[in-house]
Nanobody, 129 residues
Framework: QVQLVESGGGSAQAGESLTLTCAVS??????????LGWFRQAPGKEREGVAS????????DYADSVKDRFTISQDFAKNTVSLEMDSLATEDTAMYYC????????????????????WGQGTQVTVSS
């Protein structure tokens, strides 16, 4: 059974940094080709893709709204995926979810919610001005 557990959410002031971590069990990064993704959903809005990373070569993709501010990374030894968020803005306030897509290649769909099979429960990030 695949399980994803996010941690690291909380409150921050605009301009500060937070790092989210997702621990994945039941799915090995070293044994499977996959994409690891971070998504977020703000109140009253649809869930959107934030960042993704391909396990086999660390190829990363970002939404335009977070490019150059957020960094996604994976740790094979710990089977975790992290999202370092710098220069946070109030617009980054949302529930953040990690997800796994057991796919070899997603191309331009790497930030598409429907491509991801396994999901965590989410962690809240609140940014105040």
């Amino acid at each position: 059974q695949v399980q994803l557990v996010e941690s690291g959410g909380g409150s921050a002031q605009a301009g500060e940094s937070l790092t989210l971590t997702c621990a994945v069990s039941g799915f090995s990064f070293t044994s499977n080709f996959a994409y690891l993704g971070w998504f977020r959903q703000a109140p009253g809005k649809e869930r959107e893709g934030v960042a993704s990373i391909r396990t086999q070569d660390n190829f990363a993709d970002y939404a335009d709204s977070v490019k150059d501010r957020f960094t996604i990374s994976q740790d094979f030894a710990k089977n975790t995926v992290s999202l370092e968020m710098d220069s946070l803005a109030t617009e980054d306030t949302a529930m953040y979810y990690c997800a796994v897509a057991d796919s070899y290649f997603l191309g331009a769909s790497s930030l598409t919610e429907s491509k991801y099979k396994y999901w965590g429960q989410g962690t809240q990030v609140t940014v105040s001005s």
